[in-house]
């Protein structure tokens, strides 16, 4: 393989067809074309966000350029984007945030049970992870 796209293509497609078998355990949560980009000096971070009951956070960015896949592991999830409306996934569901992306609205969708994501963030290496919008 000759870069990070063929493989992430190559996995994708493995994925596709292991969901297309009948006894296969894998299924797609989601799936989305990336944006163009040179990744040179870029680093992915994977992190398991634990949210309180009734928490929510403030509106933030992340690294630009760069971008966001997220996944709700267990309860709900209130997400937004810019100015679109907020949404709330369940767990197995999946949010993207482009580059750029002011991730307005970021919280627990419960004031009852606590929520999990995984976010993986990736971004150049010598931008934080997040800073406040």
Known sequence: M???REALLLLSAAAAAAQNT???PLRVAGA????KMV???WRF???EITVPPGAQSPAHFHPNPGFVVGYVLEGSYRFAIDDQPAQVLTAGQMFYEPPGAKHSTSGNGS?????RILAIVFGDKSQPLSRPA
């Open 2 to 4: 000759t870069n990070r």
């Open 22 to 24: 009948p006894a296969s």
């Open 32 to 35: 989305r074309d990336l944006p």
């Open 39 to 41: 990744t040179d000096n």
């Open 45 to 47: 971070e994977v992190v």
């Open 111 to 115: 004031t009852t049970k606590p929520a």
